[in-house]
């Protein structure tokens, strides 16, 4: 059993999706993340370890390697991607309450931006690490941030912009979400952003990477 799980989050750290798929080459024509968590739950290995102990493990993993510029972006897409066809089998366990997400995370790029590239690699990571992630997209207005929260009250909140002159919308959107939830928890980031421009606003967390956020997430959520 052990080494099922050991197996699975293997496939995700490397980005074998399935038997089917030719990366990484060293394992081609072997098993991948798809088929091993089907095999895990076969086995009767719960839901939740499989996720936890499995592919939650692999994600954390190329995480730090991503962190450390051990990696880059196509590498962690491929294991992203190995991630998220595994907890397609999963999914069915969430909604019927026998695996429990660590928390929930609104995210989506501010109003007069396009770019989401950033963006869609930390809801990855942050999905992939056991989150539910509700992605409002690009170009999104402070009503859009507020309404997420009326629907996900007690979510976290990421704000993402690439451009110095969208980023300032960032401070209008914190403003309206802290007048409206003072609780509540934001992250800000993005290519111009620093944490001197984070604390001016009133953000709660400046991350420069998405392994960052993720590992405040799990501090602050356990």
């Known amino acids: 059993m052990e080494d099922l799980l050991a197996r699975i989050a293997e496939c995700v750290e490397l980005g074998k999706i399935n038997k089917a798929t030719p990366f990484p080459p060293k394992m081609k024509g072997m098993d991948g993340a798809e088929e091993l968590t089907l095999q895990a739950l076969e086995a009767g290995l719960s839901p939740a370890d499989i996720l936890t102990r499995g592919l939650i493990i692999g994600m954390e993993k190329i995480g730090v390697k991503f962190k450390n510029n051990q990696v880059f972006v196509p590498q962690v ?104 939830f003072p609780g509540i928890v934001t992250f800000v980031g993005g290519a111009p952003v620093t944490q001197e421009f984070a604390h001016k606003i009133g953000a709660d967390y400046y991350t420069d990477g998405p392994q960052e956020l993720v590992e405040i997430l799990n501090r602050i959520s356990a």
């Open 77 to 180: 897409l491929m294991s992203a991607k190995a991630m998220s066809t595994a907890l397609k089998h999963l999914k069915k366990f969430f909604q019927d309450g026998s695996v429990q997400r660590r928390g929930q995370f609104i995210i989506g790029t501010v109003e007069g931006d396009l770019h989401d590239i950033g963006k869609n690699l930390v809801a990855m990571m942050v999905e992939g690490n056991g989150y539910e992630v509700i992605d409002l997209g690009v170009d999104v207005k402070a009503d859009k941030f507020v309404e997420a929260v009326k629907a996900h009250p007690g979510a976290y909140v990421g704000m993402s912009a690439l451009l110095t002159t969208t980023m300032v919308n960032m401070e209008q959107i914190n403003a309206a979400l802290k007048q409206q």
